[in-house]
């Protein structure tokens, strides 16, 4: 089945990533999150329309129930033939699985099938300017309109991808006014496009401007688009970031291998490759590369005799690769060398210079580095916990 899925997912990708199509190939990627958004939404469609979307959900939901090894084969396809980085990614990958393990009858059949479709696009609301790693800090407030039975939502959410092209928001709130860390806290889902929501870019060092600042003042959330109950919102919140750490981690490793392939063949045209130090650089970041795709393999494998120890590579995996990246990014500058400056008409030049810009984000996005090894530290090897301040 692989092998004959395999050479499905190539021969479509020939056939359909042409044409119009033709200036995303191998676009958005590191530091080009926002490049062409129209476009990639039409991209989107054509992969619905293809079936390629959703891969994993249920028949019954528009999936095609693939197994983890059949999706890994279109990860790897994907990425191998250049495909650019997924508009649908949050929906699809994020929020579809979240709704449905959580979500209502009724939940399930408005919000699923627009995602499967390509028809509509999510962002996801969980870092604020003082809750960034540590979200059992966050202070946006939900609170409850008792006419309607809605939530009034008051607050900041920062660094949140996409917003400005989304067209809903998914959003940790505090909806007991005295509670406190992960306690009292509620999911909810939000229409971007409504009064009381405002949406400020932010600029990046490379140009792009993919994430944003989203404000709050009174926007609307309505009572059936709360996910779960009042009090949920720490698990629903921590059962989503687990889909995030998920297949497409594979996909995100060949788009690693083609950065590396990028950086060994400017090397070998520039004489880089005949300094020892670059050469030991490459072969480093080969090395980690692989072990990185072994470890994913593994996790995937969800074997129930090793749940301890997978649980510790689980926690280990974000600040494997986001620490390998950052460094690749500067492998990436050290061999380029001089025509590193910001320099027009080598396309492959271009996508390093902005994948060493934006790496750094890497190791902040997501989970900082350090607050990813004090949660290996303290839930992957039980060992004692990092005295914390209070805020005040």
């Not at 042409?18 to 990627?29: D, N, S, V």
């Not at 992960?182 to 401007?209: C, N, S, T, V």
């Amino acid at each position: 089945m692989s092998d004959a899925l395999r050479k499905e997912v190539r021969d479509w990708m020939a056939k359909h990533l042409t044409g119009r199509f033709a200036p995303l190939w191998m676009r958005a990627g590191a530091g080009e999150g926002d490049v062409m958004p129209e476009l990639r939404k039409e991209w989107e469609r054509e992969l619905a329309a293809g079936r390629w979307t959703c891969l994993g959900w249920p028949e019954e939901h528009g999936g095609r129930a693939l197994s983890v090894a059949e999706q890994v084969v279109f990860q790897e396809e994907y990425s191998r033939a250049g495909g650019p980085g997924r508009m649908g990614h949050i929906g699809e990958g994020l929020i579809g699985p979240t709704i449905l393990d959580y979500g209502t009858d009724d939940q399930k059949a408005r919000f699923l099938p627009p995602i499967r479709a390509g028809e509509a696009f999510w962002a996801q609301g969980y870092s604020e300017p003082s809750a960034g790693s540590d979200l059992g800090n966050i202070r946006t407030r939900a609170r409850r309109d008792e006419a309607t039975g809605d939530w009034l939502v008051t607050g900041q959410k920062i660094w949140t991808s996409m917003a400005h092209v989304s067209d809903w928001i998914f959003v940790l709130a505090r909806a007991e006014p005295d509670s406190v860390g992960r306690k009292g806290l509620i999911f909810l889902m939000m229409k971007l496009d409504q009064p009381g929501i405002e949406i400020q870019p932010i600029r990046q060092i490379g140009g792009g401007a993919e994430f944003n600042s989203v404000f709050f003042d009174g926007a609307r959330a309505e009572a059936r688009d709360v996910l779960g109950e009042v009090g949920d919102g720490w698990k629903i919140a921590m059962a989503l970031l687990g889909y995030e750490r998920g297949i497409s981690t594979l996909g995100q490793q060949m788009s690693f291998a083609q950065e590396l392939d990028l950086i060994i063949e400017i090397a070998r045209e520039n004489g880089a490759a005949e300094r020892a130090a670059i050469r030991q650089r490459i072969a480093y970041a080969w090395a980690g590369l692989r072990a990185m795709r072994s470890l994913a393999l593994r996790v995937l494998s969800e074997d129930p005799d090793a749940e301890a120890e997978l649980m510790r590579e689980r926690l280990a995996y974000k600040y494997q690769w986001a620490t390998w990246h950052r460094d690749l990014g500067a492998l990436a500058m050290d061999v380029i060398g001089l025509d590193g400056a910001p320099i027009e008409g080598d396309p492959r030049r271009e996508r390093l210079e902005q994948m060493f810009l934006f790496t750094p984000a890497d190791t902040i996005y997501g989970g900082t580095n350090e607050i990813q090894l004090n949660i290996l530290a303290e839930v992957g090897l039980g060992m004692p916990r990092e005295p914390r301040g209070t805020l005040t």
